[in-house]
C-alpha cells in the first residue's frame, strides 16, 4: 500500500494538486515511500529460502522445472495486467496529455516485456513498478543457481549465498548502473534467506550478530537507508518466528480483522499490478473536472475526494484481480507453486 501511495505522490495531476494541500505527507512518501520495495525483497528471499532449501541443501530436482514455474506465476497474472494497463493508457491518453501515461507499445516493447528483458533492454516501461517483476524473477534463478552449485553440500550451498549477499551489499549496490541485474538487489534478498536459515537454528544469536555486522559494514562504507530498511526488515522477521515458536499461546487478532489482513496480503501481487491503471484513470477524470469546475469552491476537497478514491479502487482492483484472475490462472501453472 505504500508503494501504491508513493505512486499516487509521483505521476499526474492529482499528485501535483496534493502536494500543494498536504506537502508534508506528500514529500515523505514521495522522497521514502518507495524504498518499502526492500520488505518485498527481504520476504521473498525469507519465503524462497524456505521453499527450496529450508535447511541449506537444494530440495528440487529439477532445476528448470522451478524457474518455469516461478515465471509461470509472475507472468500469467502480469501479462494479462499489462494489457490492462496499455488498454487504460489509451484510454487516459484521450483526456490528459501526459508525460508519465506510456505510449502506445510497439511489438518489440510488448515483447522485451513478456520476456522480463525490459529493463536490460531499457525499454519503455508499459506500468509503474514492472521493473520488480523482471527484477524477482532474475533474484529467484540466481538463488537457485547458488543452491545448485552447492547442493551436495548444505553448508557450501549457504555459504555462496552468505558470498553473494557480502559482494552485493558492499559493492554492486552502490553504483545505479547495475539496478537492471539481480546483483544490485540480492544482498536485500539474501538477507531475508539467510534470516530464514537462522531463524530455524538453534545459534539465533550468534546468527542475527553475524547478519547485523554484515550490514553495519554496508552502511559504513555507503548508508543507504533502503539497505538500513533491509536489515531492520530480516532482522524482525526472524525474532518474529522465535518469538511464535516460543509462544504456546500467540496474540491473534479478531477473526473479522484477520479476515482482512489474508485478503489484503493474498491479492498484494494483483494490487502491485494493477494500481497504475487505476492511477492513469484517476487522473484522467481529475483532469477532465479540473478542466470544467477546478477553479470552483471545494477545489481542494475533490482532489482529495479523487486521491482517496483512486486508492479504494486500486485496493477493490487487486482483490478483484486476484480472485478472478490470478487464483484462475495459478491453476494453469504446470506443477505446485
Known amino acids: 500500500m505504500l508503494i501504491v501511495l508513493h505512486h499516487f505522490t509521483v505521476y ?16 515523505w512518501l514521495f522522497q521514502f515511500g518507495g524504498i518499502t520495495v526492500q520488505v518485498f525483497l527481504v520476504i521473498s528471499g525469507y519465503l524462497t529460502a524456505g521453499s527450496l532449501a529450508p535447511h541449506g541443501r537444494l530440495l528440487v530436482t529439477s532445476p528448470w522445472q522451478a ?19 496499455i488498454l487504460s493508457a489509451g484510454l487516459a491518453r484521450q483526456f490528459l496529455g501526459d508525460d508519465f501515461i ?23 516501461a508499459l ?10 524473477f532474475q533474484l529467484f534463478v540466481l538463488m537457485l543457481l547458488l543452491l545448485w552449485i552447492g547442493r551436495l553440500q548444505a553448508k557450501l550451498a549457504q555459504v555462496l549465498v552468505v558470498i553473494g549477499m557480502v559482494v552485493s551489499l ?16 540480492f544482498g536485500s534478498y539474501a538477507l531475508g534467506a539467510v534470516a530464514y536459515w537462522f531463524a530455524h537454528a538453534r545459534r539465533l ?21 533502503r539497505i538500513a530498511l533491509a536489515l531492520v526488515v530480516a532482522v524482525f522477521l526472524a525474532l518474529s518466528h522465535r518469538k511464535g515458536q516460543a509462544s504456546s499461546n500467540p496474540e491473534s487478532p479478531p ?13 498484494s501481487y494483483a494490487l502491485f499490478l494493477v494500481h497504475f491503471s487505476v492511477l492513469m484513470l484517476s487522473n484522467a477524470g481529475f483532469a477532465q473536472w479540473q478542466a470544467h469546475y477546478g477553479s470552483g469552491l471545494g477545489a481542494g476537497n475533490s482532489v482529495v475526494l ?7 479502487l486500486s485496493l477493490l482492483a487487486g482483490v478483484g484481480f486476484h480472485r478472478w484472475v490470478e487464483v484462475p490462472l495459478s491453476r494453469l501453472r504446470m506443477g505446485s507453486s
Open 67 to 85: 524457474i518455469l514455474r516461478r515465471y509461470q506465476r509472475l507472468v500469467l497474472p502480469y501479462a494479462i495486467a499489462l494489457v490492462l494497463a
Open 205 to 225: 544469536a550468534w546468527g542475527l550478530s553475524l547478519l547485523t555486522l554484515v550490514g553495519l559494514v554496508a552502511l559504513a562504507l555507503s548508508f543507504r537507508e
Open 102 to 124: 506510456p505510449e502506445a507499445p510497439e511489438l518489440l516493447q510488448i515483447l522485451a516485456h513478456t520476456l522480463l528483458l525490459h529493463g536490460v533492454t531499457h525499454s519503455e
Open 170 to 185: 558492499l559493492y554492486f549496490n552502490r553504483y545505479p548502473e547495475w539496478d537492471n541485474w539481480a546483483i544490485y538487489f
Open 127 to 136: 506500468s509503474a513498478g514492472v521493473w520488480y517483476v523482471a527484477i524477482d
Open 255 to 267: 477473526s473479522r480483522v484477520r479476515h482482512v489482513i489474508r485478503l489484503l496480503g493474498q491479492s
Open 12 to 27: 499526474g495531476p492529482i499528485a501535483l494538486a496534493m502536494d500543494t494541500i498536504a506537502p508534508a505527507p506528500m514529500t
Open 306 to 312: 479523487f486521491w482517496l478514491a483512486g486508492l479504494v
